[in-house]
């Protein structure tokens, strides 16, 4: 079985998973669209669809239908959850390859890499803690709705919730806090992103795209930085006036949910999501005139660009020519750029731009408190951690404090680093270092 998103008459793309001969999965296109449809994306939904397409493998793999199974009024045993639980940590990508090595004869060194290479490949904790949460909603979904006319039976109500507590409990725990990450492994230093900025520029010898592209990328780059939004977000940047206001004092960029009235349906086969709330931006007055000599001389000259309002499209003069620019084109681009110094660049990707603006963002605060705190007769408002964490929520896009965590990370890791060091600098006064030997 594969996935495929079919567009539909009005424009909406819709994620589906087909069989061998190219039908679609009933009850998945059922809880898809009943269940899941109203209040996910498109993203969220293609990943359910995913990992449903896990449970369809399990199984083949096993000899199982449980559409069948639950119409005569057989639910998941104890044994059967287990054994989706331990499919549920298989990386299937590269099971095929284990399953065709697993009885080859090698020689292991020592009885912790033998008992290694008989482990099939597994994903992270939290791939399979989502795997078996869409799982189980699935199959209780599937479950409620073949038996709709006996839920009303004590048992069948029984053996269903059964199933349900059962996979919940095999359900692994993670950890609520995101903000455990280590703050530099999240994301490259900020100064990898003003490097890259400056090796963007049109003018570059080494930039690795030829014409308009050239100028088109560095400004998609410059728009990140400045803004801190996200790739998706970008990509569904229109150029009307709800999300471009460049003539304002100061210029502004909206960020829009999409409107059932918008005129232009997204052709794109994946289509970008744009996440949380709605929100506006101040941008400088340079950068809006670059994104404005960009959408009237560049965007323009694309002649195909002219039957839609994107704002940012292809310029190679093929069947892409003048459409707008897709996730994949956009990963191309980066994953190009990056070749350019692959060790500057080393874990570099676009959503570190979020984390490089969020750290600039709140050196400028700290900037500005120190001034107003040296020289009071400005009148400068000093800002309060209180404030600082709600302006940048609202810049952000955010809609739960706890969003802000992982940003910060890296802030607040250097601030406390300096802190400790002036505090071990002091102490190292009081310290009689003759009694290690310091004297000698």
Not at 32 to 48: E, G, W
Not at 322 to 347: C, E, Q, T, Y
Request: charged share 30%.
């Amino acid at each position: 079985m594969h996935t495929k998103n079919l567009k539909l008459s009005h424009g909406e793309t819709l994620p589906t998973l087909l069989d061998e001969d190219g039908v679609p999965d009933f009850w998945v296109t059922a809880y898809i669209t009943v269940k899941c449809r109203p209040a996910s994306t498109f993203n969220t939904l293609r990943n359910i669809t995913s990992r449903l397409r896990h449970l369809r493998d399990f199984e083949r793999e096993t000899g199982r239908d449980f559409i069948t199974e639950f119409e005569k009024g057989l639910f998941l045993d104890d044994k059967t959850c287990n054994d989706l639980r331990w499919y549920c940590w298989v990386d299937i990508k590269r099971y095929s390859t284990f399953q065709k090595n697993r009885g080859k004869p090698r020689r292991k060194k020592n009885l912790v890499s033998l008992i290694k290479a008989e482990q099939p490949p597994r994903v992270d904790v939290d791939t399979c803690v989502q795997r078996l949460r869409d799982i189980t909603k699935f199959l209780v979904f599937v479950a409620e709705t073949i038996n709709a006319n006996r839920l009303h039976n004590n048992n069948v109500r029984r053996c269903i919730d059964e199933m349900r507590y059962r996979l919940v409990a095999l359900t692994p725990k993670t950890s609520s806090s995101r903000g455990a990450l280590d703050p530099f492994s999240i994301a490259p230093h900020p100064k990898v992103f003003l490097k890259l900025i400056e090796l963007s520029n049109p003018d570059n010898p080494k930039v690795p795209f030829r014409g308009i592209t050239r100028k088109r990328n560095a400004l998609m780059f410059k728009v990140l930085l400045a803004t801190g939004m996200r790739i998706g977000e970008l990509l569904c940047l229109r150029t009307d006036s709800r999300h471009l206001d460049l003539l304002a004092s100061p210029p502004m960029i909206h960020i829009r949910k999409p409107s059932k009235n918008d005129a232009h349906i997204d052709e794109r086969n994946v289509p970008p999501a744009q996440k949380t709330t709605e929100r506006s931006i101040y941008i400088s007055e340079r950068l809006a005139a670059e994104i404005e000599d960009y959408m009237m001389q560049d965007r323009r000259a694309a002649t195909p660009s002219r039957k839609h309002n994107w704002l940012f499209v292809n310029h190679r003069k093929d069947d892409h020519w003048g459409k707008p620019v897709s996730l994949v084109n956009w990963n191309n681009a980066v994953g190009r750029i990056k070749k350019v110094d692959l060790k500057m660049f080393h874990g570099l990707k676009t959503h570190g731009f979020r984390h490089a603006f969020a750290y600039i963002w709140n050196k400028k605060v700290d900037a500005h408190n120190a001034q107003a705190k040296a020289n009071p007769e400005l009148g400068m408002k000093i800002i309060s951690e209180r404030e600082r964490e709600s302006a940048l929520m609202d810049v952000m896009g955010w809609t739960r404090e706890s969003s802000a965590a992982p940003y910060l990370k890296r802030y607040v890791k250097e601030a406390v680093d300096k802190v400790t060091m002036e505090g071990v600098d002091e102490l190292m006064e009081y310290v009689d270092m003759s009694i290690i030997g310091g004297d000698q």
